[in-house]
């Protein structure tokens, strides 16, 4: 793990789970995202967001580990405009799920509205690590 760098690692399939412990917030990437969507019940508009993760654990349901799902938050400029939950994937699930999803080189983002229209998927690389984000499309 680099030193200061913000690694959460959580492999979903298959019932394994490895866990780096997430210090602080830390900038994933930068998305655009083509239609507004609702993060966290908060109305995001259409553009280009900042994707970080706020250091911050959600409480585990039951039958999930603390680092499965990570709060992420959307920023532009330096005004956080949303925070939603991601997903966190190592890359060997990652690779797993590929068929599925569409799984971005490392380093990069990939935005994508879903079968029917009424989610995007904001997918982003970082560190060993795929972020999952599901968005539900904002109604007109």
Known sequence: M????????VALIGGSHVVRAQQKP??????????????????????????????????????QTPDESQWVEFV???ETKGRELA?????????????TVKVPAAGSSSVELLKGGDYIRVVVARG??????HLPVAAS
């Open 2 to 9: 680099r030193t200061g760098a913000a690694l959460v690692a």
């Open 26 to 63: 830390a900038t994933l990437g930068e998305v655009k995202i083509a239609k507004a969507v609702m993060a966290n019940g908060q109305r995001l508009a259409a553009g280009t967001y900042t994707v970080r993760l706020t250091g911050d654990q959600p409480k585990p349901v039951v039958g």
């Open 76 to 78: 532009q400029g330096k």
């Open 87 to 99: 997903t966190a994937l190592s890359t060997p699930d990652a690779k797993k799920i590929a068929k």
């Open 128 to 133: 060993g690590t795929y972020y999952l984000v």
